[in-house]
């Protein structure tokens, strides 16, 4: 099965029920499938950290949402993860493609890249690399660690899942 | 009008809304005027109000929802605007309370003061239907006229706060409250 698809299906069967998402170049196959599949509902946003504050939105209505943005956008949501989810203690699965880590071509994405994993510890955000094929199944523990132990998760996909 | 006197009005108008509020003075003082159950008072993120509203909106399409929201707060998150006016709620009504200033922060005039005009904001991003209110006595009666639908509401004061406590409830305790008074199991 292709991999985009895989992450998907990772997904639904985990009971997400809300995507909330930025483009990303690496996301383009996956975010084709949501569109396609039309199952789950699909939000697109403006910036990430608006993401946050639906995301705990649809949590405190009962939803069990996912922000689907690229790493660069984590940084853009610092703020709001402390002060709205860790303080109020909502639960929101992340998933990041990861930009700017090993044969990143654009400079640009470099310093954000090499931070993301070291930013998700100092946030205390329990992360999951998922980088083969054979990983897609963390996605869905990182899921169900979230959901059941109602702290948020990052789950971080990195390039060379696409290319094993 | 004041804030505190714009607030006072809103919540005539309540019913059993769920209400999401800008944190800081505007939370203080509608706990102040009239603490309800179904209200989510903010105490950060600051200018997530619109959006914590929508996600709500989204996932309790048999609630109404009412936000709100400043000036200084919704200028930090203009792009909110977009996703909700293209997404079109039936069940959201975003009001703004527009005092032209940073009111938590010492009455700093935010742009809204000078050229900036937030309902046109709104417009341009496609709200649909927009009201404008500079006098106290037509908000309860053009917030009881709103139908289903995704509404922004723009109401024009004179900056200053109330002096009112802080709310004493802890964060984790008013989620679980909130969520509790819609039957959400938390």
New interface residues.
Partial sequence: MNVDLSIYNSIKNSGID?ILSLPCIMLKGLLTVIEERKEI?H?????E???????????????T?VILIQNSGLGNSI??I???LY????PVVFIMSHRGAEGEKILAQIPMGQLTPDLLDLLNIQKFIVNSIDNIKKITLAIRTSIESKSSVGIVLQKKLWSD | MKRFDAIKEIVKALRNELV?CNLGAPSRELYHIDDREKT?Y????M??????????????PDEKVLCIDGDGALLM?L??L??IAN?KPENLTLVVIDNSSYGSTGNQRTYTSNKTKLEIIAKGAGFESITFIDSEDKIEKILNSLGKGCHFVLIKTQPGNVKVENIPLN??K??ER??KSFS?KT
Wanted: charged fraction near 15%; aromatic fraction near 8%.
């Fill in positions: 809300l509902q939000i697109s946003l403006t910036r950290e608006e993401g946050v504050g639906i995301a705990a939105g649809a949590y405190l209505g009962g939803k949402p703020n709001a402390k002060s709205l303080l109020y203690r909502i | 999401v989510f903010m105490l950060g993120s200018g997530l109000a619109s959006s914590i509203a929508f996600g709500l909106a989204i996932s309790k998150n792009g909110s977009a996703t997404n964060p984790e008013l989620k909130f969520m959400i």
